[in-house]
């Protein structure tokens, strides 16, 4: 069974303090690795997508990368804005089928 | 585009009662999931369809959940005798196959 596992859970940052948070999975097959951001009371928001290892995705402040057991999700300079809870999710082989496998989230708070 | 909608947003409603919750996709979209997500957790899977059939149910946690999706493109939620344990975040996506998932704001579910 795929498991998923974020770190922090919470994690306060001042604005300008860059850092990371982790995502640790346990999945044989994996087809891909999904970074989401959820903002209190809406849906999850997609930022990237990660295929294999050795792959890196940047957007603004966020940059992604993947090992063959983790992801990180760096952030350089944070800003108030981009407070929120992180997902991250597996998809796995295809015997597991069209699931996602999500992460506990890391909540992200950046103060001024 | 028009986004992944969701209605209700929020629906309270008595132990024991039957609710429906409606899902619809974005469109041009033939995959579409559910998921239900507790507070403080991520997102966890329950069913996935592909055009009209449920391509895997086994998220379902037991036969009082219940999902259709009849002309494969509108989807029901039905949840009967509704207990205290089902009060969570109903969310619901969808992908064009293989594709990357994206979520809409979600049903708030209360069972008093």
């Known amino acids: 069974e795929d498991q998923v596992t974020q770190s922090p859970e919470a994690l306060r940052l001042q604005e300008g303090e860059s850092s990371s948070l982790n995502c640790s999975y346990t999945?044989?097959?994996?087809?891909?690795l999904f970074w989401y951001r959820q903002d209190p009371g809406k849906g999850p928001e997609f930022l990237f997508t990660?295929?294999?290892a050795g792959e890196e995705k940047e957007k603004e402040r966020l940059k992604a990368t993947l090992t063959k057991k983790e992801s990180f999700l760096h952030i350089t300079a944070p800003k108030p804005e981009d407070s929120a809870t992180y997902l991250c999710?597996?998809?796995?082989?295809?015997?597991?089928?069209?699931?996602?496998?999500f992460g506990e989230g890391t909540q992200l708070t950046v103060n001024p | 585009g028009a986004g992944v909608s969701q209605t209700p947003s929020n629906k309270v409603t008595e132990k024991g009662k039957y609710v429906e919750l409606r899902c619809d996709p974005i469109?041009?979209?033939?995959?579409l999931y559910w998921y239900r997500q507790s507070l403080g957790q991520g997102p966890e899977f329950l069913i996935y369809?592909?055009?009209?059939?449920?391509?895997?149910d086994s998220g379902l946690p037991n036969d009082r959940f219940f999902a259709v999706r009849p002309e494969g493109s509108v989807s029901t939620l039905k949840i009967q005798r509704t207990e205290r344990g089902d009060s969570a975040v109903y969310l619901c996506?969808?992908?064009?196959?293989?594709?990357?998932?994206?979520f809409g704001p979600g049903t708030r579910l209360l069972v008093l």
């Open positions: 996506a969808s992908s064009r196959p293989g594709g990357t998932q994206y």
């Open positions: 999945v044989s097959g994996l087809r891909g």
């Open positions: 990660l295929y294999s």
């Open positions: 999710a597996t998809l796995g082989p295809e015997t597991s089928g069209s699931r996602l496998t």
């Open positions: 469109s041009g979209h033939t995959a």
């Open positions: 369809f592909q055009g009209t059939g449920a391509a895997d």
